[in-house]
């Protein structure tokens, strides 16, 4: 069992639909981070969210950290075939001694 | 700036054949990590080092050993390689040690099949 657990796994949507993409644990974080990665590429920092209840925006992108500081969510409005990749969340845990740990991604597909 | 520079790109090793997969980066950072990816797995930290002089066992470490040559540089060497080794490996590096919100920032991974 992962740390860090992302639902779903994959996700396939036409373009200008919406999606969300869930992070879940049962440990609180400090803060998460939210990458995407693209096929032959390593991940690239999107966000990071450090308060609970925090709520940031990217461009069509809206990343939110619970309350509780123990999920996170990433929120797509009428996806593009760019959003195209897998995205990976990353929290430390002080349960774990503040090393990183990554779920296992969601990977989505936009189709034109 | 190039960032955080892997090689190779692509390996193939017959089981218990060695190697060393190289890791360099340009922005100063003091943190390097090697991670493994592998389908459905994300990502799982093998070793880091907080900082040069120092290494550390992550998630995954058996089967590998790492060198902190200096500053820049981070290898990861595989003795004897077995098909459980197949995998992506990423170099990462950061400015700050893990936990204090510093982003990573990835080199682009080699592939590595053992058969």
């Known amino acids: 069992t992962q740390l860090l657990e992302q639902s779903p796994q994959f996700l396939s949507i036409q373009e200008g639909e919406n999606l969300t993409v869930y992070c879940n644990s049962s440990?609180?974080?400090?803060?998460l981070q939210w990458y995407r990665q693209e096929p032959g590429e390593g991940p690239v920092l999107l966000v990071t969210?450090?308060?609970?209840?925090e709520v940031k925006k990217l461009k069509r992108l809206t990343f939110q950290f619970g309350d509780a500081r123990k999920d996170s969510s990433l929120h797509i409005t009428a996806a593009q075939p760019g959003d195209t990749g897998l995205y990976l969340c990353?929290?430390?845990?002080?349960?774990?001694?503040?090393?990183?740990?990554f779920g296992g991604g969601t990977r989505v597909l936009v189709k034109p | 700036n190039a960032g955080v520079t892997q090689t190779p790109k692509f390996q193939v090793l017959k089981t218990g054949q060695s190697m060393t997969l190289q890791c360099a980066q340009d922005?100063?950072?003091?943190?390097m990590y090697w991670y493994r990816q592998d389908p459905g797995m994300g990502l799982r930290l093998i070793y880091y080092?907080?900082?040069?002089?120092?290494?550390d066992k992550g998630e995954v470490p058996n089967g590998y050993n790492v060198s902190r040559l200096n500053k820049r540089e981070f290898s990861l060497r595989l003795e004897s390689a077995a098909p459980s080794q197949t995998s992506v490996y990423f170099c990462?590096?950061?400015?700050?040690?893990?936990?204090?919100?510093?982003?990573?920032?990835f080199g682009n991974g080699t592939r590595l099949t053992v058969t």
């Open positions: 922005m100063n950072h003091n943190s």
């Open positions: 990353a929290g430390a845990p002080k349960a774990a001694g503040n090393k990183l740990t």
């Open positions: 440990s609180v974080f400090s803060s």
């Open positions: 080092s907080a900082s040069e002089g120092t290494t």
């Open positions: 969210v450090v308060t609970g209840g």
């Open positions: 990462a590096s950061s400015e700050l040690r893990q936990g204090n919100n510093s982003p990573l920032h």
